[in-house]
């Protein structure tokens, strides 16, 4: 650190950007997992987690532009749904890391990688909204009970408890919610 006039440490800001792990590269870690396991699972994890980073997000949007008769219900939903996917974000990608992998983590990376559809820019209305939300989860879903069966085949029991201790244990529920939304139900009978 140089220090200024005053004798006050400058931060050095200023540094020549360097990358110490290569995307796709795995660190040599005491894991009692073979290679070729630990990186099956981080691919599987890191498709996991761009799709609910990408789930989380339509939670926030959905939440943010929500309408309708259900507006205020349906908002506090969509935006407790929201946090459950920012805890399943960091606990997926920390577990990507403990296996020694990297982690995706930028925008461009989500874009790239994801398999859930890209919604408009637009405020759709609230049936399109849960509909989006849903196709999002059993993409997960679908995503997890494969990834799950896959480390256990491989015996990565840390990765098969979490996509299914947290991760589908989390979505399933949340498919309930928002599913149940979608039910045809009269919200005024007509007297008779």
């Known amino acids: 650190m140089a220090k200024n006039a005053e004798g006050a440490a400058q931060p050095q800001y200023k540094v020549e950007y360097r990358e110490i792990q290569p995307f796709g590269t ?3 870690l005491p894991l009692a997992l073979e290679d070729n396991a630990r990186k099956q699972s981080i691919d599987i994890l890191n498709q996991v987690l761009a799709d609910t980073i990408m789930i989380r997000d339509l ?3 959905h939440h943010w532009q929500m309408s309708g008769a259900t507006f205020y219900q349906l908002h506090l939903l969509l935006d407790e749904h929201y946090k459950i996917q920012s805890a399943l974000v960091d606990t ?12 995706i983590a930028a925008p461009q990376d989500v874009v790239e990688l994801t398999k859930i559809p890209r919604p408009p820019k637009g405020r759709e209305d609230v049936p399109t909204q849960l509909a989006r939300l849903l196709e999002a989860h059993e993409i997960i879903l679908r995503e997890c009970h494969e990834g799950a069966d896959a480390a256990d085949e491989s015996g990565d029991d840390g990765t098969n408890d979490l996509l299914v201790s947290d991760v589908i244990r989390a979505n399933e529920p949340q498919v309930w919610f928002i ?3 979608l039910a045809e139900t009269e919200l005024v009978r007509p007297n008779k």
Do not use: F, P, T
Not at 93 to 102: P, S
């Open 179 to 181: 599913a149940e939304h």
């Open 92 to 103: 997926i990608a920390e577990r990507i890391m403990a296996l020694g992998g990297i982690s």
């Open 26 to 28: 795995l660190k040599q």
């Open 59 to 61: 939670y926030k949007k």
